[in-house]
């Protein structure tokens, strides 16, 4: 089960990523040089480098931050009558988290509609405000593997392909309203391979 809903949401967070770096060049190429300067041209990505790619850290938080794949999180039961936020909980009450209206809250975040990957940047982890997964013990137990995954893909796409608009227009952001936030226009872009991308392929 866990296999099954981290591949899609997984999928998800990649198209977002990828779009959000695409209309921000600027941090495109930083996430590119970060890979080039930590791991170089003669081995591709793997685990072991990610505590090395900072930045490539900072990318997926903040993309996870303004395009949570499941921006309503996953449905919770109050177990008893409880009281939330000066609101009553009756005991069963479904609660729903709207992680999406959360992480774009101004009175949370400075600039929260701006995608900027260095507000996660030296250690600022923005851990309770960030959640994208749930927080405590109902937190996604595939919070782990989604983050392998997405570190792992996005970063050896990086390394192998150098990416661009086809049209030099910025990506269309708009999201559906939906259980999962999927884009109105599905991401296409242009990919060329980088010089060492056969030799890291061979």
Known sequence: MMLVAGTKTSALSLEWAFSNLLNNPHALKKAAD?????????????????????YIQCIIHENLRLCPPAPLLVPHVASERCTLGGYDIPSGAMVLVNAWSIHRNPNVWDDPLSFKPERFENGKGETYRLMPFGLGRRGCPGEAMAFRVINLV??????????STIDGKD????????????????????????PHTRNLLA
């Open 34 to 54: 970060e890979v080039d300067t930590q791991v170089g041209e003669g081995r591709l990505v793997d685990e072991p480098d990610f505590s090395n790619l900072h």
């Open 154 to 163: 996005m970063g050896q796409l990086l390394q192998c392909f150098e990416f």
């Open 171 to 194: 990506v269309d952001m708009t999201e559906t309203a939906a259980t999962l936030m999927l884009k109105i226009t599905p991401l296409q872009l242009m990919c060329k391979a980088r």
